[in-house]
């Protein structure tokens, strides 16, 4: 099982607490899911990513334009992340590579949390 959370600091430039929250509930409920159910070999993980260019984001940079300087200030590869960036790291998650893996949160941010 993989569980989807939403980068690991406060969505930056945005009031959204409860959003934050619910997404710190994410990787307490990866850990505490892979306890409960590893005895019967399912392993529970989460992928954080970081900022992703969708439609949802490109509509709120359209209206915020200030964010994507704000964002772009700590995007170590100098861009924010595409839908596509996340096919490998979440086919591995599911692949026989990662079976020893639970429990855990596989970011991939960009860098963006080791700026921060």
Known sequence: MILHSFLTDAFKGIHCAAYNTSKAAVHQMTRSLSVEWGQHGIRVNSLSPGYIRTAM???????????????????????????????????????????????????VDGGHCASA
Do not use: H, I
């Open 57 to 107: 984001t490109d509509m709120l940079l359209a209206e915020k334009p200030d964010l994507e300087k704000l964002w772009m200030a700590g995007a170590l590869l100098g861009r924010l992340g595409q839908v596509e960036d996340f096919r490998a790291p979440t086919l591995y998650m599911l692949a026989d590579g990662s079976s020893f893996m639970t429990g855990a949160d596989l970011r």
